[in-house]
């Protein structure tokens, strides 16, 4: 039988990775990585299936296989990763340059009992009432306002 009366507590939930040192926030970027990887690599199966479904097979012929064509396509291919590659680091250092001096990651403010019994349209000894309770019965008319308030 569960005893009603010990409340359940959990804990709260904490993010502040500036509170952390370098060699934590490096661990856990090391061990997102690989979790990363990991998920990726479950899915190596279906991306084969998909190649061969698609004629992954005309690649081997047409570039592996194809000596005339092999330097050519393999140029083509690098020249194109590279490109990619370079605009995504040009994309990344002008996201550096833009932002670098702002921090847009700020925690909300705190919730003040009034700017909560104005967002509800309630008084604050309504909120205060509320957040005492601990089972409540709110009752709310056709457009969503709470028009009454049961506590048992």
């Known amino acids: 039988m569960r005893d009603d009366t010990a409340a359940l507590e959990l804990p709260e939930i904490i993010h502040r990775p500036d509170l952390q040192s370098r060699r934590q926030r490096g661990v856990f970027a090391l061990l997102s990585g690989l979790g990363w990887m990991l998920w990726l690599y479950l899915f190596l199966p279906l991306s084969t299936l998909l190649g061969w479904a698609f004629g992954s097979e005309r690649f081997q012929a047409y570039v592996i296989d194809s000596h005339e064509h092999s330097w050519a396509s393999l140029t083509v291919y690098a020249v194109t990763v590279?490109?990619?590659?370079?605009?995504?680091?040009?994309?990344?250092?002008?996201?550096?340059?833009?932002?670098?001096?702002?921090?847009?990651?700020?925690?909300?403010?705190?919730?003040?009992?009034?700017?909560?019994?104005?967002?509800?349209?309630?008084?604050?000894?309504?909120?205060?009432?509320?957040?005492?309770?601990?089972?409540t019965t709110l009752h709310h008319d056709a457009r969503g306002h709470i028009v009454g308030i049961e506590s048992t």
């Open 82 to 135: 590279l490109l990619a590659g370079m605009a995504l680091l040009i994309w990344a250092f002008y996201n550096y340059r833009r932002f670098r001096y702002a921090d847009r990651r700020r925690p909300p403010t705190p919730l003040t009992t009034e700017r909560l019994a104005a967002s509800f349209g309630v008084s604050e000894a309504q909120v205060e009432h509320l957040q005492r309770s601990r089972v």
